[in-house]
């Protein structure tokens, strides 16, 4: 049985990476989907993808760290499903710099990226879910969210670790406030994935340095993004039913 069918997910940063593979495997089981980001042929690309499992697909371009866009992508599903299920806050990212050459614009881009946009959509679609009394919730935190070695060493990553641990600490609480409307919030946190942006990057520092990402894992590996989207899957499904306030590591045993 499909453990999503005609539920309907919203998917942020869905272009590309984890929220590309995060949408394909909810529409593969099932669910209807609105995806969001800046990248629209990135977003067209997905969305062909989808088409073909006989999912429903809307795409809206927008910036959803911004606030009238991050409504704008939470009013498209109102407007074309009438409803919300799933949101999965996935856009996020870094500048990686050490602490002492950090600028302030690439802390601030930062800190913005990765917590106004999960607020943002968090916020608007909550609205509608806490009316229905039925939602699931999903961010994505990281590894990062207690630091990550190879990334400290080699290129300093205290901006995007501070953002993860904070994305963390926002589910938790919001776990809590909204517990009482049968809405539940968890986190997945990833690993090192190779992601078509992230793959070169990571798989390089494998091949050069002690503190690798390989080296430092202990199922000695990568990992895929759908073994992300799987866990992302789950939660948002009615499998998980108990689990809320709750980090998924999904991270190969680091
Ligand atoms: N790849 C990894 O190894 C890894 C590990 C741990 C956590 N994560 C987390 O998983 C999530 C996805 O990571 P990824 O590696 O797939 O990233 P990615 O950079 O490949 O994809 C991010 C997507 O978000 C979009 N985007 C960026 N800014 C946006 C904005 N302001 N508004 C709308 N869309 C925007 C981009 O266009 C892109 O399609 C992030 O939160 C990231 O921090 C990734």
Known sequence: MKRVQDE?????????GLGQAIAFRLAQDGANVI??????SGLSTTASEIRKTGS????????????AQAQELIDAALNHFGKIDILVN??????????????VEDWDYTVRLNLRGTFLCTKAAVRHMIKKKKGSIICLSSGAREGTPWTAYYQGGSAYSTCKAGVH?????????LAEFNIRVNCVAPGPIETDREGENLRKLNDTVDLSPERMTPLGRLGQ?????????FLASDEASYVTGHTMAVAGGR
């Open 225 to 233: 993004p759908f073994e992300v989207a799987n866990a992302v899957l």
């Open 169 to 177: 600490g926002f589910m938790r609480d919001v776990a809590m406030e």
């Open 8 to 16: 309907v997910a919203i998917i942020t940063g869905a272009a590309n």
């Open 35 to 40: 995806l969001g980001d800046i990248d629209g």
């Open 56 to 67: 429903q697909v809307i795409t809206v371009v927008g910036d959803i760290t911004e606030e």
């Open 90 to 103: 996935n856009v996020g990212g870094s500048r990686n710099s050490k602490i002492w050459e950090m600028e």
